[in-house]
């Protein structure tokens, strides 16, 4: 019997994302950390920062996937909402952590500043810490909803504390690939029928172009590691019986 396929979806919110003016590169760390869990990245999505919008994209990505991660929107300025939105989403109270209050009250400052850090303490009332091994606020959890910082460094560290004791996977994702001098149109029938002989496994192809030529680098990932090597070496077969030589991926 195949085993579950555990889904997650990351949800990136922030008007500086939409505009341009800030590249996301979270989307790819959390994944790699979910697949070494056993949680497949099924979807992401960037969001702004409007309440409505907010709380109508979790409820919906929550019932849909079986964990979801938000990132951005927790920091100390007065378009933060994320922690407000989760509440509403989760129809509790929003509440002043006081573990988070005493992080933030550990480094001194002027009562309006110490006012505008202690926003970070807000979170959905039952909600469990996520760490922070940066040493600032931590983010939290509600649910089957991780919320972290915006912020890579900040959210590498707290991705970096999520286990199997929060998150119940399946098997890990593995890969293996196999690079030809061949076009996509060329191998694309055979690359089909082989895709439907392995239903629960992804085969694709991905050209690539350089000075002696381009071709195709042929991709399959699973959970079966024997299933990966059979399927590559039918690719190594398909690709010999067109005539060409298969090799090592060209990146």
Do not use: W
């Not at 341009?20 to 959390?30: K, V």
């Not at 007065?78 to 989760?86: E, L, V």
């Not at 919320?147 to 460094?153: K, Q, S, T």
């Amino acid at each position: 019997m195949a085993q579950k396929t555990v889904t997650g979806c990351m949800i990136i919110i922030g008007n500086e994302i939409l505009s341009g003016r800030t590249q996301d590169t979270n989307l790819a760390h959390l994944a790699g950390v979910l697949n070494e869990l056993g949680v497949r990245m099924a979807e992401a999505r960037v969001i702004p920062d409007i309440e409505a919008v907010i709380v109508a994209t979790l409820n919906e990505c929550r019932a849909k996937f079986d964990y979801v991660f938000t990132t951005g929107g927790i920091g100390p300025t007065h378009d933060d909402i994320t922690a407000a939105c989760i509440a509403r989403a989760f129809n509790v109270e929003l509440i002043y952590h006081p573990d988070i209050v005493e992080v933030i009250k550990r480094r001194q400052a002027p009562p309006d500043v110490m006012d505008s850090r202690l926003l970070m303490a807000r979170v959905p009332e039952g909600a469990t810490l996520i760490d922070n091994p940066t040493g600032g606020p931590q983010g939290f959890q509600i649910g089957n909803v991780f919320v972290m910082a915006g912020v890579p460094a900040v959210m590498q560290a707290m991705a970096s504390t999520l286990d199997q004791t929060r998150i119940q996977g399946g098997l890990p994702v593995r890969s293996r690939t196999i690079g030809a001098f061949l076009g996509e149109s060329t191998v694309a029938a055979a690359l089909s029928a082989i895709q439907d002989q392995h239903p629960d496994v992804d085969v694709g192809s991905y050209p690539f172009y350089r000075a002696d030529g381009y071709g195709t680098n042929l991709v399959v990932r699973g959970t079966d590691e024997l299933e990966l090597e059979a399927i590559k070496e039918k690719l190594r077969l398909m690709i010999v019986s067109f005539g060409a030589e298969a090799f090592e991926p060209v990146r």
